[in-house]
């Protein structure tokens, strides 16, 4: 028989919850397949924190490493929330991806016939939607350099943040959304930052017209308009806030080039894939798309931040947020699959959460990470039966004939006895 080891990061809040149902559908389904596993529960995010004095203690990543793949629940909650920064559940989270190296992360989002109910959008809206976000996951503004705390001349306190891409990192998540894409229906939308990529059209024609001296009064083009431009990005205003001024050209120019050159490499890595069809969307266009006809996307790719938002609110479309799952992938090493919303402070403790995202992640880990289609596919298959018999948590229920409301533990059994009807 097969066999590998897991690490499971149960984490905080409803993150044991939920990896407890996770857990048992993976061995079982495992089981059905001749496939062992070897658990391994480790901490990290708040729980490390209090038991270790860190959010990722060095054990944590060394066995996440050392696995076959790492199934993690959700982290974070009111008590660390002050936190300094390093000490933050979430910096653990990063901390994980970054080690991990997984700069790759799905997030399928499709509308279950079963839960066309539970969409806030019009049956005729919701019915059929099947798309995935690609998200940059180790790169961007989480991660840009310089960031932190100051103060501006008037003592008033700062925070910033950078947004930076290299090349290396847009071309290695574009070829994994092709690749994505032409698996899927051979659509790719491209997702980046309008107002940044016109300010930079806008700069190139301004130092045109500069270098050349065309008339530029009165022009929307004009070299005034683009400082002014920058002015209310708070970029290149001196004295505006008090990072060094070695870093205020590189930052001017990392920020303009940023979307700019997601955007062009997009278009370069698109000669690769020509079966592909490219469209490229503003971000906040696509915000408004996704609820005004979200049949119209199959493939996402975006960077960290926008993937994150954009995200959300298309599990929204789909019923519940407790319904979405995710696999983040490197190039190497394993995989680090969790579903993609937190750790619910809210109903944590109560058996309120929807496990079925961290379920399905688990599937994907199968699928993705350990290319065991066949066993990922009786989760999948079992967590579509158990709808089918009517069980919902809270968030995805709705009045109708043969719906029952139930817990995650009930939840959890009804999925065990749809996944092996002999185990009860
Ligand atoms: P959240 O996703 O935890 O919760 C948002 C809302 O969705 C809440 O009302 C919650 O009850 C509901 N919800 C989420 N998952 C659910 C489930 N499985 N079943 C039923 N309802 C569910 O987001 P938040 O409230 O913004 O963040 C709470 C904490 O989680 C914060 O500390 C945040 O940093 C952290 N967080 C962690 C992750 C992660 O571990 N990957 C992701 C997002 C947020
Ligand atoms: C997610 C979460 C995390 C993120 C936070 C908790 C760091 O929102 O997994 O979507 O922003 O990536
Ligand atoms: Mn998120």
Not at 69 to 97: C, F, S
Not at 197 to 208: D, K
Not at 270 to 298: G, T
């Amino acid at each position: 028989s097969r066999r590998y080891s897991i690490t499971l990061l149960a984490g905080d809040g409803i993150g044991p919850e939920v990896i407890s149902v996770a857990k048992n559908a993976l061995q079982l389904a495992g089981s059905l397949e001749g496939i062992e596993f070897g658990f391994k529960e480790m901490p990290v995010g708040g729980a490390a924190l209090d038991l270790t004095g860190v959010p990722l203690p060095e054990e944590t990543l060394s066995a996440a490493k050392k696995s076959d793949a790492v199934l993690l629940g959700a982290i974070g909650g009111y008590k660390w929330d002050n936190n300094e920064k390093h000490l933050k559940p979430e910096t653990g989270l990063l901390q994980l991806r970054a080690g991990l190296k997984v700069f790759a992360n799905l997030r399928p989002a499709s509308v279950l016939p079963q839960l066309v109910d539970a969409s806030t959008l019009k049956k005729e809206v919701a019915e059929g939607v099947d798309l995935m976000v690609v998200r940059e996951l180790t790169g961007g503004i989480y991660f840009g350099k310089p960031r932190g705390f100051g103060s501006n001349e008037n003592g008033e306190e700062i925070g910033f943040n950078t947004e930076v891409y290299a090349t290396y990192e847009i071309d290695r998540i574009a070829r994994i959304a092709f690749e994505t894409a032409q698996k899927r229906r051979g659509k790719l939308c491209s997702v980046d930052k309008a107002n940044v990529l016109e300010a930079t059209m806008h700069l190139m024609i301004a130092s045109v017209q500069f270098l050349f001296g065309f008339p530029s009064t009165g022009s929307i083009f004009s070299v005034g308009h683009v400082f002014s431009f920058i002015g209310t990005h708070g970029y290149f205003k001196r004295g505006d806030v008090s990072i060094s001024d070695t870093y205020r050209i590189p930052i001017l120019l990392g920020y303009l080039r940023a979307s700019m050159l997601w955007r062009k490499r997009v278009m370069a890595i698109a000669s690769e894939y020509p079966d592909v069809e490219l469209s490229h969307m503003y971000v906040d266009n696509a915000a408004m798309q996704l609820v005004r006809n979200p049949k119209q996307f199959d493939t996402i790719v975006t960077n960290n931040i926008f993937g994150d938002i954009l995200s959300d609110e298309a599990s929204m479309i789909t019923g519940s947020i407790g319904m979405l799952p995710s696999a983040s992938l490197g190039e190497a090493g394993p995989g680090l699959f969790e579903p993609i919303h937190g750790s619910a402070p809210d109903i944590a403790g109560q058996d309120k959460a929807n496990p079925l995202a961290t379920v399905l992640s688990a599937a994907m880990l199968l699928k993705y990470g350990l290319g065991e289609e066949k066993a990922a596919q009786r989760i999948e298959t079992a967590v579509l039966d158990t709808l089918n018999r009517g069980f919902r948590t809270g968030d995805i229920y709705s009045e109708s004939e043969g719906n029952k409301l139930v817990g995650c533990k009930e939840m959890g059994k009804e999925l065990v006895k749809s996944i092996d009807p002999v185990v009860v």
